[in-house]
């Protein structure tokens, strides 16, 4: 009966550290996972920030060709809201709006001064309703000839969206950030998108 037993609590203790072990190695295995999507803790949240006021082109005809939602429940890639954009090609043939430090500042309020802060990145995350959307997406730019302009401008260029999330990043190495306005941007036109474009965005951050 003692070999027995003894026996038993061996069994016991051996299952118990493969546990542990299983354990241990899910939680590593979830850590590194969760490292994917991690950046900096010393960033900007621009749709949150920011304010999104800055339409152009259709977009100045108010919401009969751009029609915005920021609290999206539609799939979004970090719970619990994304942003969803639809724009209706109109008589000018392009569209698109900047988010702005301050809302509707084309250069007569203050910019943001980021230089001391040496950001190098802007990520985000986009997709289309049905893949196939092209739209260009952009940081700085704002110039009107007005007291305070970007100090910088850049551009990531035309992006075919696809049907699922995808990251997206806008590089600011070696640009000036002493004034800031327009924090983020996207445009579409009608060349490109016939029939319109419905697209989502999600955590747009700069670090």
């Known amino acids: 009966m003692k070999i027995l037993s003894l026996v038993v609590v061996v069994m016991l203790s051996l299952s118990l550290m493969a ?29 949150a920030l920011f304010i999104p006021s800055g339409y152009m082109g259709d977009g100045e005809s108010g919401k009969k060709y751009i029609k915005y939602i920021g609290a999206c429940t539609e799939t979004p890639f970090s719970l619990p809201t994304c942003i969803k954009i639809q724009y209706i090609p109109g008589t000018v043939g ?22 001391a802060k040496k950001y190098t990145t802007i990520r985000f995350y986009a997709k289309g309703q049905n893949g196939g959307e092209t739209i260009e997406f952009k940081s700085g730019g704002i110039d009107a ?9 850049k551009s990531i260029g035309k992006i075919t969206l ?46």
């Open 19 to 47: 546990c542990n072990n299983r354990s241990k190695s899910v939680k590593e295995t979830e850590a590194e996972n969760s490292q994917t999507v991690l950046v900096p803790t010393d960033t900007i949240n621009l749709s």
């Open 145 to 153: 000839g007005k007291k305070f302009k970007d100090s910088y401008e």
């Open 94 to 115: 392009w569209g698109g709006f900047y988010w702005q430090n301050k809302a509707n500042n084309w250069g007569d309020k203050q910019a943001e001064n980021y230089s």
């Open 162 to 207: 696809e049907k699922g999330w995808k990251e997206y990043k806008i590089n600011l190495k070696g640009l000036d950030l002493s004034s800031v306005i327009g924090g983020f941007c996207w445009v579409a036109t009608s060349a490109d998108n016939p029939t319109g474009a419905t697209f989502f965005l999600d955590d747009i951050i700069m670090y």
